[in-house]
T-cell receptor, first 117, second 112 residues
C-alpha cells in the first residue's frame, strides 16, 4: 500500500517552456502533498506544502509565480514550472501524507528529472 | 533552524552489519525517519520511530535513538549488495506541521 505515482519521470524541453508534473496517491487519500527539489549529490529541499482545496504554502526563497501548485483533489497535486530556464533543471520529487493525521509518514514518488536546454 | 547531519559515505562487506549515524539539533522532534534512495529514484520509507522510543526493530533493520545526545542510528544486519543506496534520516515536529527536515544523506556501498 501507500503508493505515490509521479509523472513524467523525465522531461527535456527548450527554455521558455512551461512544464507540468503530476503527483498521484494511488491507494490512499492525501490531504497534504509536498514538493521537493534535489540537486545532484545533495539532500532534498522542501519547496512547498500543498493542501487539498487551498493555496499551497511556499518555503522561503521559492517563487510561487514560478512554481505553480494545484491540489484539486485528494489524490492529485500538480507542479507547473512556468517559463522554465536552464537553472530550473533539477530532480523534482513529490510526497503524500495519508489522511489528516499529521503523524502519518510521507510516501514519495519516483521523481521527475527536468532538463531545460 | 533545524540541522540534521550524516556522514557522507560508508563502505561495508556483504554479510557484515552496517551502521549509519545521524545527529540532529531540534530537541522538539516528534518523529525520526529513515529513507532509502536508489540512483535516479524517489525515496523509500524504511522505518520511523517516535521520539519517546529508544529502539525499534523491523527484520534486518534496527533503529536506535539517543534523545539526550540527539543521535539516531540505523543498523542493517547481514548487508546485501541490494542495500547499496543513499540513506537519509529525517525529523519532523508537530509544531512545524510535521514537515520533514532531511539529513545530508549517507552513501552506502556494499562490496563483495
Amino acid at each position: 500500500g501507500a503508493v505515490v505515482s509521479q509523472h513524467p519521470s523525465r522531461v527535456i524541453c527548450k527554455s521558455g517552456t512551461s512544464v507540468k508534473i503530476e503527483c498521484r496517491s494511488l491507494d490512499f487519500q492525501a490531504t497534504t502533498m509536498f514538493w521537493y527539489r534535489q540537486f545532484p549529490k545533495q539532500s532534498l529541499m522542501l519547496m512547498a506544502t500543498s493542501n487539498e482545496g487551498s493555496k499551497a504554502t511556499y518555503e522561503q526563497g521559492v517563487e510561487k509565480d514560478k512554481f505553480l501548485i494545484n491540489h484539486a483533489s485528494l489524490t492529485l497535486s500538480t507542479l507547473t514550472v512556468t517559463s522554465a530556464h536552464p537553472e530550473d533543471s533539477s530532480f523534482y520529487i513529490c510526497s503524500a501524507r495519508e489522511g489528516i493525521n499529521l503523524n502519518q509518514p510521507q510516501h514519495f514518488g519516483d521523481g521527475t528529472r527536468l532538463s531545460i536546454l | 533552524g533545524e540541522d540534521v547531519e550524516q556522514s557522507l559515505f560508508l563502505s561495508v562487506r556483504e554479510g557484515d552489519s552496517s551502521v549509519i549515524n545521524c545527529t540532529y539539533t531540534d530537541s522538539s522532534s516528534t518523529y525520526l525517519y529513515w529513507y532509502k534512495q536508489e540512483p535516479g529514484a524517489g525515496l523509500q520509507l524504511l522505518t520511523y520511530i517516535f521520539s519517546n522510543m529508544d529502539m525499534k526493530q523491523d527484520q534486518r533493520l534496527t533503529v536506535l535513538l539517543n534523545k539526550k545526545d540527539k543521535h539516531l542510528s540505523l543498523r542493517i544486519a547481514d548487508t546485501q549488495t541490494g542495500d547499496s543506496a543513499i540513506y537519509f534520516c529525517a525529523e519532523s515536529f508537530t509544531g512545524g506541521g510535521n514537515k520533514l527536515t532531511f539529513g545530508t544523506g549517507t552513501q552506502l556501498k556494499v562490496e563483495l
